[in-house]
């Protein structure tokens, strides 16, 4: 059995539709979606806000390259191009974590760099695992804690949006 925890993101075109066509696109591996949160662009700060949201998937037939396969499909489904890193995008999925997996290789870095300080992925993650620990890196809501308060604070929480 392999168990992924996958972080979407989209900032261009109809935002929160790319996030359903990625949860749609696991659905049949689904065990838990967080709700929408909406952040500040990070990296490259002169883009729309983004929407984000995560996804922990699982299924006895995927490793980490399938999981990393299948986000890419969805992406290119939704007509991603990748002009600028941390560029605007509609539609990103990160593979975060996939069990206790760690890989150096350069397409698919595992545990996914930058999670612990990214409220991005943090905050939505901690929803909906609260016991959930980053490999290596520790619980994710002791993560989350030691994010600053701003940071955390401009995670905002889509109150009426829904993946599902």
């Given at each position: 059995?392999?168990?992924?925890?996958?972080?979407?993101?989209?900032?261009?075109?109809?935002?929160?539709?790319?996030?359903?066509?990625?949860?749609?696109?696991?659905?049949?591996?689904?065990?838990?979606?967080?709700?929408?949160?909406?952040?500040?662009?990070?990296?490259?700060?002169?883009?729309?806000?983004?929407?984000?949201?995560?996804?922990?998937?699982?299924?006895?037939?995927?490793?980490?390259?399938?999981?990393l396969r299948r986000g890419q499909?969805?992406?290119?489904?939704?007509?991603?191009?990748?002009?600028?890193?941390?560029?605007?995008?509609?539609l990103d999925v990160d593979v975060?974590?996939?069990?206790?997996?760690?890989?150096?290789?350069?397409?698919?870095?595992?545990?996914?760099?930058?999670?612990?300080?990214?409220?991005?992925?943090?905050?939505?993650?901690?929803?909906?695992?609260?016991?959930?620990?980053?490999?290596?890196?520790?619980?994710?809501?002791?993560?989350?804690?030691?994010?600053?308060?701003?940071?955390?604070?401009?995670?905002?929480?889509?109150?009426?949006?829904?993946?599902?």
């Amino acid at each position: 059995m392999s168990r992924a925890v996958l972080s979407l993101g989209s900032n261009v075109g109809d935002r929160l539709e790319y996030l359903r066509l990625a949860a749609r696109g696991f659905s049949d591996v689904l065990v838990a979606a967080s709700a929408v949160y909406e952040t500040a662009p990070w990296g490259v700060t002169d883009q729309p806000d983004f929407l984000n949201a995560v996804l922990v998937v699982s299924s006895p037939e995927f490793d980490e390259w399938d999981w990393l396969r299948r986000g890419q499909r969805l992406e290119q489904e939704a007509e991603r191009t990748r002009e600028q890193r941390w560029g605007p995008r509609t539609l990103d999925v990160d593979v975060v974590t996939v069990d206790d997996v760690r890989s150096g290789d350069p397409e698919l870095l595992l545990p996914h760099p930058g999670t612990p300080e990214r409220a991005t992925v943090l905050v939505p993650w901690a929803e909906v695992e609260p016991e959930a620990v980053l490999p290596g890196r520790g619980r994710v809501s002791e993560l989350c804690g030691r994010l600053p308060d701003e940071e955390v604070a401009g995670v905002c929480r889509c109150r009426d949006l829904s993946l599902l």
